[in-house]
């Protein structure tokens, strides 16, 4: 993470540098991302740039951090509105994100640009950050789960990811095909149906 040195620049020059960095990690994979590009575009020495973080992986650690943090706003206020109910706030996430439009568009942007820089990254630990951490306390306050089959907190936290991961998919693909969105909307409508409810149908006990 960040040292106290960044955290004591002024407003304008940390902006400035994260900026910078935010455009290159967009522009490039991970593995071809370069920290002088960085200090370049920032207009910092680059010795400045260690005094700042140990190196680009810790710098990237940093940004993901951010983007979990602006979700994780996005979501609690999608959660309040829609009374706890995770499969409804998905919906309104999808119908949020794929509108192109509104308040979390530039986030948006960044998060499917790196996405589509790095095919296979972990889209899950991006999300969520380290998958052995519990729900954090923001979200698990904020779920109705009266109605949760199990309610120990391994339970919600897997229904968590596995509503965030369809609505996310869906995201990306309404983003590539926007004439489509309404399509892949009901997709994943169905698929939170189908979490909801389950795949089987009941099957009676055998006496």
């Not at 943090?69 to 309040?80: A, H, P, T, Y």
């Not at 693909?173 to 009901?186: C, F, H, K, T």
Request: proline share 5%; with cysteine; charged share 30%.
């Amino acid at each position: 993470m960040c040292t106290e040195t960044f955290l004591r620049l002024p407003e304008e020059k940390r902006s400035r540098f994260l900026e910078a960095a935010w455009e290159e990690f967009t522009r490039v994979k991970f593995a071809d991302a370069s920290i002088n590009q960085i200090v370049r575009s920032a207009g910092i020495p680059r010795g400045s740039f260690y005094q700042y973080f140990a190196d680009k992986e810790d710098l990237f650690a940093y940004l993901l951090q951010d983007v979990r943090g602006q979700f994780g706003e996005i979501f609690n206020r999608l959660l309040d509105q829609a009374k706890g109910d995770i499969f409804q706030m998905q919906l309104m996430a999808y119908d949020c994100a794929a509108s192109r439009s509104g308040e979390p568009a530039a986030l948006r942007d960044r998060f499917v640009r790196i996405l589509q820089a790095n095919p296979g990254m972990d889209l899950k630990r991006m999300l969520m950050g380290d998958p052995g951490q519990p729900l954090p306390r923001r979200f698990s306050e904020r779920i109705d789960i009266s109605r949760f089959r199990k309610q120990d907190p391994r339970f919600v936290r897997q229904v968590f990811f596995m509503t965030c991961m369809a609505m996310a998919a869906a995201v990306m693909d309404a983003l590539v095909e926007p004439e489509r969105s309404g399509e892949y909307r009901q997709d994943l409508e169905e698929q939170l149906e189908i979490m909801k409810r389950g795949s089987l149908r009941a099957v009676p006990e055998r006496p």
